[in-house]
């Protein structure tokens, strides 16, 4: 039977996640493929924060390479949005009723941006990540980068969604690439009281029986200093795993094995 894992947040830290996918058994000891019939799932954030976001990206397509077809896939992340924001539209101001200025250069700086990311960053690499989705299904988890419900502002599908992000990714509008950038750093939908309920309309309306999202750090939920952490947390009522370690907070990559799940 195919295992199925996920990782998310590595935040330019790639010696991190190359010693997380060895430690998982998914690289072998020169960190190339060793995953045979496994499927491996990036959930986003590969940039800023991390002194080597491109050093993750580049590692992570030479995985893709090595492993067969559909093994590897990568969801993206609000970091993403913003590096290529930053790339596309620099110091641009995006128009606002308010008297803050905004801007990709200001948002990127403010949220760990790294000059070097941006320097070396390719045009193949960013028409590759252009194309990457928002959402995916598999093993019966809802896989998604922020634990957010505005997802479904794109439509009421994955495949639905995840055309409509695409295509709001390839226009040249900034107020259009602002509001996603706004879409994915908006975050904590799934706690608290009414937690529980807004993941399982999630659930019910674009399926699966469980959310699993990066995003948001582990271990502040749990009130601890990230470096403590060890497991992801299942929280809402079971219907939601968060697994973002803090790597660029001195926590811990968590590439963690997500167990079959079926409808009861």
């Known amino acids: 039977m195919t295992r199925v894992f996920a990782v998310s947040d590595i935040h330019g830290h790639p010696e991190k996640l190359t010693a997380a996918l060895r430690d998982a058994g998914l690289t072998d000891a020169d960190g190339n493929w060793a995953g045979e019939d496994a499927r491996l799932w990036f959930l986003g954030d590969f940039f800023d924060r991390g002194p080597d976001g491109i050093g993750v990206l580049r590692y992570v397509r030479g995985l893709i390479e090595q492993a067969p077809d559909g093994a590897i896939e990568m969801l993206l992340g609000n970091h993403e949005i913003l590096a290529l924001g930053m790339r596309k539209f620099d110091d641009t101001f995006v128009p ?9 250069e200001r948002s990127w700086a403010l949220n760990g941006g790294q000059d070097r990311d941006q320097e070396l960053l390719t045009d193949d690499e960013t028409d590759w990540l252009l194309d990457r989705p928002m959402l995916a299904l598999d093993a019966g988890h809802l896989l998604m980068h922020s634990d ?5 502002e794109w439509g009421d599908s994955i495949d639905a969604i995840n055309a409509a992000a695409s295509t709001e990714l390839h226009s040249d509008d900034i107020e ?7 879409r994915m750093t908006s975050r904590y939908a799934f706690r608290g009281d009414g937690g529980p309920e807004i993941a399982r309309i999630m659930l019910q309306h674009l399926g699966g029986q469980r959310i699993v999202h990066g995003h948001s750090i582990v271990a502040d939920q749990l009130g601890i200093d990230p470096q403590y952490l060890t497991d992801p947390l299942l929280y809402a009522d079971g219907l ?3 697994i973002d370690g803090g790597a660029f907070d001195g926590g811990p990559c968590l590439v963690v094995e997500l167990e079959e799940l079926t409808a009861e």
Request: aromatic fraction near 20%.
């Open 240 to 242: 939601v795993l968060g």
């Open 96 to 104: 606002h009723d308010g008297i803050t200025l905004r801007s990709f």
């Open 176 to 182: 259009v690439w602002w509001e996603i950038w706004r």
């Open 148 to 152: 957010t419900a505005e997802y479904i």
